[in-house]
């Protein structure tokens, strides 16, 4: 046997425990003017804080969590999937207080994703497709249009969950918060990942939400 032989990663084929899968990020934030954009990072995690406190999230239990910048991820048990996604509706409401009395304003993207993941830390498909979402560029562009529609600070947040997230939720009472009714289905392919999505953006509802969305595939189609 060589030096370097390859490990088999998991002998005996267990499937890892499933996780609920959060990432934020600020939206433009390379925008801010320089000497507001050290305060970022410092306002967003004290904000997350308060929301993860608000929906009874242990931070200290997260399974992984992780500073991306301008952004935080996690990883949370996946029987803790509905408070995750009612976590983005919390912050909704704080960052819209937030900005009305400070700079710089922040407006988020959050994705939500669950699906197995290992405790050791690395790149895995479940991680890698919950930062497809968050980063894909039909889910940025419409947090973008939703911005734009809610000029003077009224969009706070854009999220946008998987198909197996919404399936999963809407299963059953899973959430306090979050609402079928309030998403839109959202068509994302970034690099090699394709599926379908759900989008919520507090203030729009879903028939509005399906319009930006219907506009937007119109105008970015081919001639």
Same mark, same amino acid.
């Given at each position: 046997?060589?030096? +370097?032989?390859?490990?088999?990663?998991?002998?005996?084929?267990?499937v890892p425990d #499933? /996780?609920?899968?959060?990432?934020?990020?600020?939206?433009?934030?390379?925008?801010?003017?320089?000497?507001?954009?050290?305060?970022?990072?410092?306002?967003?995690?004290?904000?997350?804080?308060?929301?993860?406190?608000?929906?009874?999230?242990?931070?200290?239990?997260?399974?992984?969590?992780?500073?991306?910048?301008? =952004?935080?991820?996690?990883?949370?048990?996946?029987?803790?999937?509905?408070?995750?996604?009612?976590?983005?509706?919390?912050?909704?409401?704080?960052?819209?207080?937030?900005?009305? +009395?400070?700079k710089p304003e922040?407006?988020?993207?959050?994705?939500?994703?669950?699906?197995?993941?290992?405790?050791?830390? =690395?790149?895995?498909?479940?991680?890698?497709?919950?930062? /497809?979402?968050?980063?894909?560029?039909?889910?940025?562009?419409?947090?973008?249009r939703c911005a734009?529609?809610?000029?003077?600070?009224?969009?706070?947040?854009?999220?946008?969950?998987?198909?197996?997230?919404?399936?999963?939720?809407?299963?059953?009472?899973?959430?306090?918060?979050?609402? /079928?009714?309030?998403?839109?289905?959202?068509?994302?392919?970034?690099?090699?990942?394709?599926?379908?999505? +759900?989008?919520?953006?507090?203030? #729009?509802?879903?028939?509005?939400?399906?319009?930006?969305?219907?506009?937007?595939?119109?105008?970015?189609?081919?001639?």
């Amino acid at each position: 046997m060589g030096l +370097w032989r390859i490990p088999r990663r998991n002998p005996d084929n267990a499937v890892p425990d #499933f /996780r609920s899968l959060l990432q934020i990020d600020v939206i433009e934030s390379a925008q801010t003017a320089p000497h507001l954009l050290s305060q970022i990072p410092e306002r967003l995690d004290r904000l997350v804080r308060i929301g993860l406190a608000d929906v009874d999230l242990d931070r200290e239990s997260a399974v992984g969590h992780q500073y991306t910048g301008d =952004g935080q991820s996690f990883a949370f048990s996946s029987r803790q999937l509905g408070q995750v996604v009612d976590l983005a509706y919390v912050l909704a409401e704080l960052v819209f207080d937030y900005n009305k +009395w400070y700079k710089p304003e922040l407006r988020l993207r959050i994705a939500v994703e669950v699906g197995p993941l290992p405790a050791k830390p =690395g790149l895995y498909p479940s991680n890698i497709s919950c930062n /497809r979402l968050l980063e894909s560029p039909q889910f940025k562009k419409l947090a973008l249009r939703c911005a734009k529609e809610r000029l003077g600070s009224s969009m706070s947040i854009a999220l946008i969950i998987s198909n197996t997230t919404h399936r999963t939720i809407f299963s059953g009472n899973h959430t306090k918060l979050a609402k /079928r009714r309030d998403f839109a289905q959202l068509a994302v392919a970034f690099k090699e990942f394709e599926d379908t999505s +759900w989008v919520s953006v507090p203030g #729009f509802d879903a028939y509005s939400l399906g319009k930006l969305i219907a506009e937007g595939a119109a105008y970015d189609a081919p001639p």
